[in-house]
């Protein structure tokens, strides 16, 4: 690329490198009509952060790269392994990046304005919540820091796994997943019962959760086997028991209200 100021031409030129961006710039003056080198000067701009997101289709959380020169003013889509798209990010005028995601608590997408300086900043790992419950949805920034965290949060899982007993269990992770689940959902008020009530006994099994009405001892067992199990549950948005004696064989035998 070849720019002029007053009298000399500077030659741009733009690698990638480790993520980053060398920039090569060299300063040239005339004799006669031929440019000759004067100085050069070579810059490392690291414009690249991670985006760890929760696919609201599939249920995978997966960690993506994003440079500065992939956005302009349309959106680019970030999309999971399965093809959906989980959000759109694009510049906002000179200053800011404008940052939708799809949120499947609330089965809408949310909407952030970020300055720029803060959005490729890699000097820290910031948070991306449901606007709605302040619920963690996802992370941008640092890939260190996020790996980090990450990490962090496997290392609470196993943990909590030791706690409740449950490290026999099949699949340890998934089941607490769901868990956590159901968990957010009782503290937003959306798991109750069709007879009325909220007060709700969650038992643990070695591979499903029991969820049993106190005052009418209708069941609902919530199979945590496989991670489409997981994807239905998320996909949801209340949890409600049917008002029946018992529920045999799982998770389809007693649903959520409406199907």
Not at 40 to 67: P, V
Request: charged fraction near 30%; hydrophobic fraction near 35%; glycine fraction near 6%.
């Amino acid at each position: 690329m070849l720019l002029f100021k007053k009298d000399y031409p500077f030659y741009i030129s733009i690698f990638s490198k480790d993520g980053g961006f060398l920039i090569l710039l060299e300063k040239y003056y005339f004799e006669g009509v031929n440019p000759v080198f004067k100085t050069g000067k070579l810059m490392l701009i690291d414009k690249t952060i991670e985006i760890a997101f929760r696919c609201h289709h599939c249920g995978k959380l997966e960690k993506s790269k994003i440079n500065i020169f992939q956005l302009n003013n349309n959106y680019y889509n970030l999309a999971c392994s399965c093809n959906t798209i989980k959000a759109k990010i694009k510049e906002k005028g000179d200053k800011y990046i404008q940052f939708k995601y799809y949120c499947f608590l609330c089965d809408v997408y949310h909407q952030m304005v970020i300055k720029k300086d803060e959005f490729w900043s890699n000097q820290s790992v910031k948070e991306i919540k449901c606007l709605n419950t302040g619920l963690e949805m996802g992370y941008y920034g640092s890939e260190l820091l996020i790996n980090k965290e990450l990490d962090r949060q496997k290392e609470e899982l196993k943990s909590l796994a030791d706690e409740l007993g449950i490290n026999e269990y099949k699949e340890p992770e998934l089941l607490l997943e769901i868990f956590n689940i159901v968990h957010d959902r009782a503290s937003l008020s959306k798991l109750y019962c069709e007879c009325g009530s909220d007060k709700i006994d969650v038992r643990l099994y070695s591979s499903k959760i029991e969820l049993k009405c106190r005052r009418c001892k209708s069941t609902l067992n919530i199979s945590a086997e496989t991670e489409e199990q997981l994807n239905e549950i998320k996909e949801k948005g209340d949890i409600i028991i049917k008002n029946i004696n018992s529920s045999v064989d799982g998770w389809t035998d007693n649903k959520y209200k409406g199907e």
